[in-house]
């Protein structure tokens, strides 16, 4: 899949946005961890707002019509996208009852603005779990197609807000043990999830050439794609990064992502200054930032089968196994296995 | 009502006559415009409603070219529907033909990555999706005559490789035909049932290749000298 630029600052901006509005929630309603002062309740809340709104703004960058970009709320019954533009829209008025009553009130906030802060924090998982569905829904993307995706975009969102929810603790003073902990936790919990996808997608399996072409039980090459330029679909489709930059990338995700973090949470509850946790926070984005990249690069679209990639895994320049056209082989007695009803693929199933 | 093609890959030359009827027809049909990028460039491209590839299938000697064009295949389980977060794709209930408003698509491009046969295509100029509309400007067209309410498609093919019917009706030509010849769907594993249906090669004699010349050495050379003399 080709990877928009617009589509990955989205996912990950809001994602951090939605992850740490997550840990304010927690820590501020449910009374986990030191009391927060007015201005870092605030501080946290409009990092939040502010990182999920940018990422939204971003999201409107890969439409080719933003004029009719108000109609995605639409579909709701139906679409994963729908739905996630419902939820993030519905996390709003929610939030912003948190935030007033944090506003007027400080940290001993009334009953009514605890509950919207509640139901906000919920929201905000329902609305990672929609942007990982939006995904994980397609059938078409072997890749994609599994479980594992929601839970990435809900565990990445945690994780990263965590390391920002850190982050901005020791501007104010207020990093403690915890802060590092869960940060850790969070990290910890993501790498292992993200692992397992890799491992999944490694090994993943479905349609072919065959089943996509019918011809079962021949091998079948492309011949010609009918087309001297690209098109739609090999422009948005074709993308095919080579193997060593995507493993390259994948030890970038890892390292930045979640290696770096850990350890810089790691020195500072060894006792390096707490204000080392901004670069956890950075080095967390650009990890994740790599990880949406390869997210998209490695989604193989069973599109590609019609353009000659044999299965819905590999490259579009791995050959087809048997003999191809050149090969001089000029035995007549293999002409006559066509009587004997040994034809290629004759009828599919 | 199911109204689908039946395509028939025996038959089928490649011609691509099809995909140029198509574009043709829709271009200045009820869909817009079909724009074409650089069409006078090094590298023109455009969109198209109906796509025409090649393959060979098996190994040589019993290998067979097959021309396989492919339109929207107005799938019963519409994934590219039930995706569309606008509204803008839908299913007809009355005849199954799936179709874009163009008025409410916002170009998310979401559609096309639902669609396992690559059927939609963004137009980048009008910033919308745009596919196969099985010719509905054309078939309920009662200012025509009844033999030319068929897709362009369908009428222009010049091997009679195409076929256009309702599937719902077992009596008509495409249910008799994908009958009668064994008619197979694309990835029907992905379960998006697509009406559109294929008929397989049929199995012919063999075509006998005793008279090629064996590749060998004496020829080889007589083949090399007789190059070599005639420049």
Redesign the interface.
């Known amino acids: ?1 080709h990877p928009a630029f617009s589509v990955i600052l989205f996912t990950v901006i809001s994602g951090a946005g939605y992850g740490l509005f997550i840990l304010l929630a927690a820590f501020h309603l449910a009374g986990i961890g030191p009391a927060m002062s007015h201005g870092e309740l605030l501080a946290h809340g409009v990092a939040s707002l502010g990182l999920i709104t940018l990422g939204l703004v971003f999201s409107t960058g ?8 108000w ?5 709701f019954k ?5 739905r996630e ?1 419902v939820f993030a829209v519905l996390f709003y008025p929610f939030a912003g009852i948190y935030g007033l009553g944090v506003l007027l009130q400080g940290a001993a906030i009334g009953p009514l603005p605890a509950l919207a802060g509640v139901i906000a924090a919920v929201l905000a998982v329902i609305t990672l779990f929609s942007t990982g569905m ?1 995904y994980g ?5 072997r890749q994609w197609n599994t479980a594992l995706t929601p839970a990435n975009y809900i565990m990445l969102g945690i994780a990263t807000g965590a390391t920002l929810f850190a982050a901005i603790a020791t501007v104010f003073g207020n990093a403690t043990t915890l802060h590092a902990g869960v940060a850790m936790v969070a990290l910890v919990a993501a790498a292992v999830l993200k692992g397992i996808y890799y491992f999944w997608i490694s090994r993943v399996n ?2 072919t050439i065959n ?5 079962n039980r ?16 090999t422009d ?2 074709g993308y095919d990064p080579r193997k060593d930059t995507i493993d390259n990338v994948k030890m970038g995700v890892f390292l930045l992502g979640f290696v770096a973090p850990v350890l810089v949470f790691a020195s500072i509850l060894s006792g390096a200054p707490a204000g080392i946790a901004w670069l956890a926070a950075v080095s967390s984005l650009v990890g994740i930032g790599m990880e949406r990249w390869l997210f998209f690069a490695e989604a193989k ?3 590609r089968l ?2 000659g990639a044999q299965t819905c895994t590999n490259s579009l320049a791995e050959p087809a196994r ?4 050149v ?6 007695t ?6 004997l ?9 | 009502m199911r109204l689908g093609l039946v395509i028939d ?1 025996d038959t089928c030359v490649g011609c ?1 006559a099809c ?1 140029v009827a198509c574009k043709q027809w829709n271009t200045s049909g009820t869909t817009g415009a079909l724009t074409d990028y ?1 069409p006078y460039g ?4 455009g ?2 409603f109906n ?16 021309n ?1 064009p ?1 339109s929207c295949m107005h799938c019963q389980h519409a ?1 590219c ?8 794709s839908y299913k007809r209930p009355e005849d199954g033909i799936v179709l874009v408003d163009q008025d ?7 559609c ?7 059927a939609r ?2 137009d ?1 100029e ?3 999706m745009k596919k196969c509309t099985l010719c509905v400007d054309r078939i309920y067209d009662e200012a025509l005559p009844p033999e030319e309410r068929q897709p362009a498609c369908v009428i222009t093919c010049p091997a009679h490789a195409r076929f256009f019917g309702d599937f719902d009706d077992d009596n008509s030509e495409v249910s008799r035909l994908v009958r009668e010849r ?1 008619g ?9 049932k697509p009406v559109n249906t ?1 008929l ?4 012919t ?6 008279d ?4 060998r050495v004496v020829s080889s050379v007589k083949d090399w000298v007789n190059k070599m003399v005639a420049r």
């Open positions: 899949m890969h439409l080719a019509n933003k004029k009719n970009a109609r995605s709320f639409m579909r139906t679409s994963w996208l729908s533009a939006i829904c397609l059938k078409t993307i479905g349609p089943t996509a072409t019918t011809f021949a091998t079948v090459r492309l011949l010609d794609t009918g087309h001297t330029a690209g098109t739609f679909l948005e489709f679209h069973v599109v019609y353009h048997g003999r191809t056209t090969a001089p082989v000029t035995d007549p293999d002409a006559r296995r066509w009587e009803g040994d034809t290629p693929g004759g009828s599919g199933s | 890959m691509h995909a650089r090094e590298d023109p491209s969109v198209w796509r025409v590839r090649h393959y060979e299938v098996g190994d040589y000697p019993n290998n067979k070219t097959v396989i492919m994934d529907v039930n995706v569309c977060p606008t509204g803008a409410k698509c916002m170009g998310c491009n979401y096309a990555w639902a669609c396992p046969y690559g295509e963004l980048r009008d910033g919308v064994g197979v769907k694309q990835m029907p594993e992905l379960g998006y294929y397989p090669p049929r199995i004699r063999p075509i006998p290749i005793d090629v010349r064996a590749n």
